[in-house]
Each structure stands twice: as C-alpha cells, then as structure tokens.
C-alpha cells in the first residue's frame, strides 16, 4: 500500500502544485527503507544501493533520504546516515575522466582534471548542512515539495581545495561579481539544469572550498562524487553535487533555482498567502534552530533523572545558549553547550532534570546565536516551506519507578 507521504514526495517530485492535508508535529515517520511499495517493489532498492537503508525514504527517484532523529546523535553524522537531497537522478561518473570548467568573467579560463585540482593546497571543514525544506511537513497550510520532517541535516568533515584558490588559478576580472556552480546531473524532459550562484565575497571565502573528501573518504556517490563545492552557513543546496562547472559573471544568473527557486519573502505573510516575486529575494544562511535528539518522542520512562541532548545551530553564527523547558513553554532553564566548537557547526546541548512523578512531559528546546537571534515559537511561514525553526518538542510519558 502507498503511504500518504510517499505519494506527496513524488506528487512534488513531478512538479505538481496541490495542496495537502496538513500534517502534525508528531506525524508518523516517512516510509521506511523496508516498506513495500506498489506491484511488490521494495523502497529500500534504491537506500540500498548507495548504502542508506538505515534512512527514511522520502523519494525514491530522484533519491531524497531521511535520517531518523535517534541516528542523528553524534557530532559528526556518519556518511551512510547523511541525508540526501536531489533535485534530480544522479549521474553516472567517472572520476579518471572528471573535469572542472572555469569560465567566464576570467583571464584564462582552464579545464581542471581531479588529479589536478588534488594538487592545489588542501584544507579540511567541518560543516553542519541542512537542506532549505526541513521541516516543511510540519507547515500549515500544508505546502508541495519533498515532506522533510526534521532529519535533513548532518554535520560532516570535508576536505578540498579553496574555491579561492582555482578562482585565482584563472584571474577573474574586475567584471565578475558572482560565480555559478553548474552540476553533472541531467534534468529529465523540460526542468531546468541545476545551477546555484554566489556572490564573489563568498566563493573567495576561505572556509568555501571544492571538496573530493567526506569524514575521510572520497565523497560517496549520492553527496557528489567527484566533487562537490561547501558553502558553510548557506542552505544546503548552494554545496552543489556533482561540481563540473564553474562561471563567473558580471550578473546575477538567470537559472531558474536562482531568478525563481530557493527565493524567500522579505516580509512577513500570512499562511497560506500569496506572494509577489518582487517580495522574494534569494534565500542564503540558515536560521537558528535547536533538534532534541535524545530522548526519542514517544518514550516510556521510569521516574527519576531523565536525560536531554541535541544540537543546535545557526547557519554563519555561533549558538551562545540554548534552553529547555519541561512544563509547556512556562519556564526555562539553560541546557549545558559540550562538546566539540567550531563555526559552521551545530553545538552539543544537554540537560538533565528529575521526573519525580509519573506523567507525560512536553519538552521543549530553543537556541540562541551570537547575534541574539532566539528560535521561535511559532516558525514563519512561506510558499516554499523553508526554514522551519520553531522550539522542539518531544513529549514523553514517565511511569511508576
């Protein structure tokens, strides 16, 4: 039987623009890599084929996976418990033969083989990614696009070159102030290539790199072997897979997923609304969000200390505080920030309280950054369903010790 999910993932997939029943903060989880699908053909094919069955699949071509909450309780996310994000099938590959163009607004445009880029200096990020729709399930009115709960986001070591340094390996003129990064996937029938922008200040960036290596290991095929540019801090999307191009020019692009997609309200609107594209504007960093990871909603436990851990983080800043309240939103109190600290990172929270009588416990987290932007209450809602950074909630029930 076809879940209701599954059939919203490929709805939107196929570009379709309805309008779904809303769907609850504690809805059900996707399909699962081992639910049976129509004629007896199993979800976990493709989970499999790219080492994912632990994930959630929330489309399975192209392949969009989802890591459950309860896997996503380490710094660093393991790569076969990493989200995937697709915009479309992933391309076949051969690194021996890869080649990345550098055109455009340039002196001396070249084509670099990976052995070739490989000898440019390296150096190694760590980088919190999180796709722009996590989260969209929970919006209401509901809204079409992949239906991300909460596991689209992963925090891994990368390491590349600069994307500085092949910039400057072909002069970019004075001309250029923006950089498209053009991806090997193929777009089926009329969809538009995937290509994303960045402005020059932050292709030249130090931490924006072109990346060959993922927590030590070449970069597994579905995050963009042979390469893939990061771009910390942004919305996932703008770490483009499948890196094979790059242009400078002296515009802003005329790709769709710039001039149409990955755009977000300059104000705010009410939901459900409409929205003129003269208020859109490109969506970039990420908002401050907390993720209560431990432990699972749902759970029975017996009285005595319960333990609360996650992580938070905010895109370009640094989470400063993040607090946890256990009746309702009435108080709160300051979790403990541990663990490893770097920028473009999610940050370790923990907290601790004693559940001395039996009972259920809504338990809720908010972060806090650096520039004194809290998570919200209630998330803004907008036609694309991103940035979905309202508390988190998880409820358990305490029982008799």
């Not at 989200?83 to 670099?112: C, F």
């Not at 030590?216 to 072997?225: K, N, R, V, Y």
């Not at 990955?262 to 594209?277: C, E, L, Q, S, T």
């Not at 950054?369 to 803004?380: E, F, R, T």
Request: some cysteine; overall charge positive.
């Amino acid at each position: 039987m076809i879940s209701r999910r599954y059939l919203i993932a490929r709805m939107a997939t196929a570009g379709a623009a309805l309008r779904f029943a809303a769907t609850g903060l504690f809805a059900q989880p996707g399909t699962p890599a081992t639910r049976t699908l129509r004629g007896g053909v199993e979800a976990q094919t493709a989970a499999q084929r790219y080492g994912k069955d632990k994930l959630i699949v929330r489309s399975m071509r192209p392949p969009d996976f989802e890591t459950p909450v309860a896997l996503l309780d380490s710094f660093i996310t393991p790569n076969n418990l990493f989200y995937v994000r697709s915009h479309m099938p992933v391309p076949q590959v051969d690194p021996a033969s890869w080649t990345l163009k550098i055109g455009g607004e340039v002196n001396s445009p070249v084509s670099l083989s990976l052995d070739e880029i490989k000898k440019l200096p390296a150096t190694t990020i760590t980088a919190t990614l999180e796709c722009a729709g996590n989260g969209r399930a929970f919006f209401e009115p509901a809204l079409a696009g992949i239906q991300w709960e909460k596991g689209a986001v992963g925090t891994a070591r990368f390491t590349g070159t600069r994307m500085s340094e092949v910039l400057k390996k072909v002069g970019v003129k004075t001309s250029g102030i923006n950089v498209e990064m053009h991806a090997a996937d193929r777009p089926p029938g009329t969809m538009p290539a995937f290509v994303r922008q960045v402005p020059m200040a932050k292709a030249m960036h130090p931490d924006t790199i072109i990346a060959w290596d993922m927590n030590g290991e070449a970069i597994p095929l579905p995050h963009g072997l042979p390469l893939r540019a990061v771009v910390p801090g942004w919305e996932g999307a703008y770490s483009v897979k499948w890196l094979n191009q790059l242009n400078v020019i002296a515009k802003d692009s005329e790709s769709f997923w710039v001039a149409t997609g990955y755009r977000y309200p300059n104000k705010r609107v009410a939901p459900g609304a409409a929205v003129d594209a003269k208020d859109m504007e490109p969506l970039k960093g990420l908002a401050v969000k907390s993720l209560i990871t431990t432990p699972a909603t749902g759970a029975s436990l017996p009285a005595g200390k319960i333990a609360v851990g996650g992580f938070a983080w905010a895109g370009e800043n640094d989470i400063t505080r993040v607090d946890v309240s256990i009746d309702n939103g009435q108080t709160w109190q300051p979790a403990r920030l541990t663990g490893e600290q770097a920028r473009f990172t999610w940050r370790r929270f923990e907290y601790a309280f004693n559940a001395a009588r039996p009972q259920s416990y809504l338990i809720l987290s908010r972060a806090t950054d650096n520039k004194g932007n809290m998570q919200p209450a209630v998330s803004q809602w907008n036609p694309s369903g991103y940035l979905w950074n309202q508390y988190d909630s998880i409820r358990i029930e305490v029982k008799g010790a």
